[in-house]
């Protein structure tokens, strides 16, 4: 069963840069749309971006356009989120997950949840 990974939360400064990872050891992502979502405190989980298999084409909430950028790497089997110009509303705990379906918001997660990797924006 295809297990994801993340990783690469902190905590940083409004306006800073975060890069986080999600990795499938083990495992090709090639053939799957991947989306990274994430969930605030008291609010409910959202997709913030994805990437579609094999080309590549990219996709994003229209709260971090502009700011977040998504990327893969399929000879590492790893799908990476840059993020910048980080906002206090940006803190959450951020997930990969994979797309069941196109990348359409809201996105659509498959399969279980990994542990999720924290990010914290604050002065």
């Known amino acids: 069963q295809l297990h994801l990974v993340e990783s690469g939360g902190g905590l940083v400064q409004p306006g800073g840069s975060l890069r986080l990872s999600c990795a499938a050891p083990?495992?090709?992502?090639?053939?799957?749309?991947i989306g990274w979502f994430r969930q605030a405190p008291g609010k409910e989980r959202e997709g913030v971006s994805c990437?579609?298999?094999?080309?590549?084409?990219?996709y994003y909430a229209n709260s971090v356009k502009g700011r977040f950028t998504i990327s893969r790497d399929n000879a590492k089997s790893t799908v990476y989120l840059q993020m910048n110009s980080l906002k206090p509303e940006d803190t959450a705990v951020y997930y990969c997950?994979?797309?069941?379906?196109?990348?359409?918001?809201?996105?659509?997660?498959?399969?279980?949840w990994g542990q999720g990797t924290q990010v914290t924006v604050s002065s």
């Open positions: 997950a994979v797309v069941q379906g196109l990348c359409l918001f809201p996105l659509d997660p498959g399969g279980s």
């Open positions: 083990g495992f090709s992502l090639d053939h799957y749309n």
């Open positions: 990437i579609s298999s094999n080309v590549g084409v990219t």
